[in-house]
């Protein structure tokens, strides 16, 4: 075996193609067993996607760890797990078979090799022969590197892989000498993001207002009285309006119609094709100890759904923390090498060490503080499965905890500076601390998901980059006004969301920021209505204020005024069931927080006792009588809670991450992932716009050659599907 391998180090330097066959000496496992023998890398490459099922197959955790089939194991050392592409001979690529019998091309493990990596990336077999980088390991001159064009046609991922044109020679000799940028050394300011290369209206075009039409298209008031008529002698100190917003998906299409055409055509086309705002995206990512084995692999594939999904104008920058935090790749925009070289970093992960969470957000923080050019939608996402143990103590400890330590000032909103960048976080697993990502994600405006079984967590991500790659409606803010002088605002029901009501009472704001497409937002305005000796009253009107991501036009809608009868005898009243259904989901969130200060208190009996009464209170409601979907929705979420309320034991493991991430859907009206809450036949998913459900059911769709999977290959750009019953 030993001179095998001097022959094989000779031929290498030499630039040549081997093949090294198997002998009964190597020491490869047997194809069923992968455990700590299966590469992270491996699953996030396609030739491991199994194709007998109709869904990808996502590993499920087990006792015996993860299974392959035998051709499965066999196709893994056929495909180089750096970067996801074949090691075929002849292609001009040298081939380096390694001692477990595991192949690379050459230039991708010497790479690997450079740094100190002396661990087989697929196997985790340490080696005692390692690649020696000879002086011309690059691509052959004239040649081009393999793309994911050539990986099987058939293969799920590339239900969701735009098909990429193959790099041409010129670029592959200009980057033939280049260290992966995962590799290189940090600079002290993150300033050196890719430049957008489109149109610098995002940041430097006057904004203008506009009440044109097709502006006011991207918006929609509705307002509904808690009852159409009210007997004038009657004062009401707590009469109810419900003000309903909906961002429709035509804004995007309009939005492309006022876009400058004096732009070149190339750069027109690109638009026209994806008439989106594009995003600058950083996604935190907990490479701890904990993370390894199976855990880590699903990331590595879910942050592979994630690369291929997003578009030529969209950035992506990722960071990897554990004890420390570095940055894995500057701020890019995911073309065709953007995106390939993402995937070699995200491969490179591997777990180990401790969970610091506020070293990856402040590094988190200052890319998109540093960065030059700014796209006109900004997100962070943040996935651990821990508790941060250098920062904060943890929520095991029994006493309150400065959760806001963890959040940088810069992207909190809490520094006065105007900047705020939302945080989703993603609490992975039963071990995470849920108190703390969901006041980090609540802090920054962002959502809280839990994700319970690992096996969702792609699922979990393509749900929140569908509202992501979305948004058409930014910094909206809200104005509510009385009429008539004798009214007054009591107040404003509005959530999360920050509202205030001015000194003399008559006016009121409420602040929204982003909508997604179709997405939909509903507040409960008190009233104080005196008697009259008038037939009508006009009670308020409702004004939006928002900004068009893609113009950065600010446009103006106002609704008509919201007037209410008033006979001299009272009728029949007849109560308002948009109005009943939302006093529901309001009343239902106050219970799931009242039971979660219980609970955190010791008294599990207490909180199951509060979820009980507000059901019985629900089922007694106008919507509950009619069966409104809403409110069966929430009557199964309460039940769900009591039931993870059984025992301390349950509690601690998942009850608590189900409530605080139910609280955030219900306070910011945006769906997150609970369980199985992301599995469309599910109830508990009242606001997933079709632009989530899209995304994720491209995550789940295998069947490219059906009609149904070509539809899915498409850019997501229109908005067609109807959103779930609300």
Not at 45 to 64: E, G, I, K, V, Y
Not at 79 to 103: N, P, W, Y
Not at 579 to 591: G, M, W, Y
Not at 673 to 685: F, I, W
Request: overall charge neutral; glycine content about 6%.
């Amino acid at each position: 075996m030993g001179s095998k391998w001097k022959k094989a180090k000779v031929a290498l330097g030499l630039n040549l193609c081997m093949f090294v066959p198997r002998t009964l000496d190597d020491d490869s496992p047997p194809p069923t067993v992968v455990s700590e023998r299966l590469s992270d890398a491996a699953l996030l490459s396609p030739a491991n996607w199994d194709m007998s099922s109709s869904r990808p197959t996502t590993p499920m955790p087990s006792l015996h760890g993860l299974k392959l089939s035998k051709s499965s194991s066999k196709s893994s050392k056929q495909t180089c797990a750096i970067c996801l592409t074949k090691v075929k001979q002849g292609s001009g690529h040298a081939i380096f078979t390694a001692e477990c019998s595991h192949s690379f091309h050459f230039h991708c493990i010497a790479s690997n090799v450079k740094h100190g990596n002396q661990i087989c990336p697929v196997c985790r077999a340490k080696w005692k022969e390692i690649p020696l980088s000879g002086p011309s390991l690059g691509p052959i001159p004239g040649r081009v590197s393999p793309s994911p064009i050539n990986w099987p046609q058939n293969d799920a991922l590339m239900a969701v892989v735009h098909r990429l044109p193959l790099p041409n020679a010129r670029r592959d000799l200009n980057r033939r000498h280049i260290v992966p940028l995962y590799q290189a050394s940090e600079p002290g300011i993150f300033d050196d993001d890719e430049s957008l290369n489109h149109q610098p209206a995002f940041s430097e075009r006057t904004s203008k207002s506009t009440e044109d039409t097709d502006a006011v298209r991207a918006m929609e008031i509705k307002t509904y009285p808690e009852v159409s008529a009210a007997p004038m002698t009657n004062a009401y100190s707590n009469f109810t309006v419900l003000v309903h917003l909906k961002a429709t998906a035509a804004a995007a299409a309009a939005a492309a119609k006022r876009q400058n055409l004096s732009r070149n055509q190339a750069s027109l086309a690109q638009i026209s094709q994806t008439p989106r705002a594009p995003v600058d995206l950083v996604t935190v990512l907990d490479v701890s100890g904990s993370m390894a084995g199976t855990k880590l692999a699903l990331l590595k594939r879910a942050m592979g759904f994630v690369i291929q999904n997003l578009g030529s104008n969209d950035r992506l920058s990722v960071i990897a923390f554990s004890s420390t935090a570095r940055r894995l790749f500057p701020l890019s925009r995911m073309t065709d090498s953007g995106r390939q070289l993402a995937l070699q970093a995200v491969n490179s992960l591997v777990a180990n060490g401790g969970t610091n969470i506020a070293e990856g957000l402040r590094k988190g923080a200052k890319i998109m503080e540093d960065r030059k050019e700014k796209n006109p939608v900004a997100s962070i996402i943040l996935l651990s499965d821990g508790q941060d143990n250098y920062t904060v103590s943890g929520s095991g400890s029994g006493q309150p905890q400065p959760y806001h330590l963890l959040l940088p000032t810069s992207i909190s909103g809490r520094d006065n500076s105007g900047f705020q960048i939302p945080v989703h976080a993603f609490g992975f697993g039963t071990d995470h601390d849920a108190s703390s990502m969901h006041s980090i994600s609540e802090i920054s405006g962002g959502t809280f998901s839990f994700i319970e079984t690992e096996a969702v967590l792609q699922d979990a991500f393509a749900q929140c980059i569908g509202g992501l790659l979305s948004v058409v409606i930014q910094e909206l803010q809200v104005a509510i006004e009385c009429i008539h002088p004798d009214l007054s605002l009591v107040s404003l029901k509005a959530g999360s969301y920050p509202s205030r009501l001015m000194a003399d009472g008559h006016k009121g704001s409420i602040d929204v920021g982003d909508l997604y497409a179709d997405e939909e937002r509903d507040f409960l305005v008190s009233i104080n209505v005196p008697a009259t000796s008038s037939n009508e009253t006009s009670l308020i009107k409702v004004k939006c204020v928002y900004k068009d991501p893609l113009t950065q036009e600010t446009a103006i809608l106002e609704s008509e005024e919201v007037k209410i009868e008033r006979p001299e005898i009272a009728g029949q009243v007849v109560m308002s069931l948009e109005v009943d259904r939302q006093r529901n989901r309001l009343q239902a969130a106050e219970a799931m927080a009242q039971a979660r200060l219980a609970a955190e208190q010791g008294d599990l009996t207490g909180a199951v006792l509060i979820l009980e009464n507000c059901r019985k209170m629900l089922s007694e409601t106008v919507s509950a009588k009619s069966r409104d979907r809403l409110c069966v929705a929430l009557d199964a979420e309460l039940k769900e809670m009591q039931e993870r309320m059984a025992s301390r034991h349950v509690y601690e493991a998942s009850g608590r991450a189900y409530i605080l991430s139910g609280l955030s859907s219900h306070s910011w009206q945006r769906a997150t992932a609970r369980g199985d809450s992301t599995d469309r036949s599910s109830l508990v998913q009242a606001y997933q716009t079709p632009s989530m459900a899209e995304m994720l059911t491209r995550s789940q769709a295998t069947l490219l050659g059906s009609p149904s999977g070509q539809r899915l290959l498409q850019p997501l750009l229109s908005f067609r599907s109807q959103p779930s019953p609300r």
